[in-house]
């Protein structure tokens, strides 16, 4: 009797074992058919059909880092920038170390005009890592365009060191030097910057003020 009870008892929690294992197995199935359904709605532009499929997941999912991630993302194509933002700061609740999720949320904050708070995303990014070249050449755009030309020269210069033949770090740090009078540095550096882009207009318009 005591055999048949244990037996008994082990057919019970293995049973559960395996409800729970094929459970498990049915809300993955469910994560991955969302995701792709989503992501088919999003190639042809549907970003509210492809937040729909990811809002079935939302309540048992909540606490996902990339179901966050990705409505982070379709909010912010839809033009919902405070729902984006709200998403992107969950991602980065979750993963506090993710710069995907730091750089997504930029997104939104640049559409919505943000800039002291976008500011202080590139320099959270900078933190994590320091060499990072799009946070220092976006923070960089930023110091230009705002007339801050000692911190946007400390940032481009980076860049520059970094990727010397880049169009971008040879551009926005031409322009830098330009402002700051330095006609000579800011000519190669639009030269160089023209080298890479043939016919660039901002670049040959550097380099015409600077002959």
């Given at each position: ?90 991602a980065i ?95 190669k550096l ?22």
């Amino acid at each position: 009797m005591k055999k048949l009870k244990s037996l008994f008892l082990y057919l019970i929690i293995v049973g559960l074992l395996s409800n729970t294992v094929f459970t498990r197995s049915l809300s993955s199935d469910e994560k991955i058919n969302a995701f792709k359904k989503s992501v088919a709605a999003e190639e042809i532009a549907n970003y509210s059909k492809a937040i729909d499929y990811m809002k079935v997941l939302y309540d048992d999912y909540k606490d996902d880092y990339l179901v966050n991630l990705r409505m982070g993302w379709l909010n912010y194509l839809n033009g919902n920038y405070n729902e984006s933002e709200k998403y992107y700061h969950e991602a980065i609740r979750i993963s506090n170390q993710s710069m995907e999720s730091l750089f997504g949320l930029a997104y939104p904050l640049f559409a919505a005009g943000k800039i002291d708070e976008l500011i202080d995303v590139y320099k959270t990014v900078l933190k994590i890592a320091p060499n990072s070249f799009r946070a220092n050449l976006q923070l960089g755009q930023i110091y230009l365009g705002k007339k801050d030309y000692l911190n946007a020269k400390v940032l481009f210069e980076k860049t520059h060191n970094a990727f010397p033949s880049n169009f971008s770090s040879n551009l926005y740090l031409g322009w830098t030097y330009y402002y700051l009078g330095s006609s000579q540095k800011a000519h190669k550096l639009f030269t160089n910057a023209l080298i890479a882009q043939p016919g660039e207009k901002s670049a040959l318009e550097g380099y015409n003020l600077t002959k």
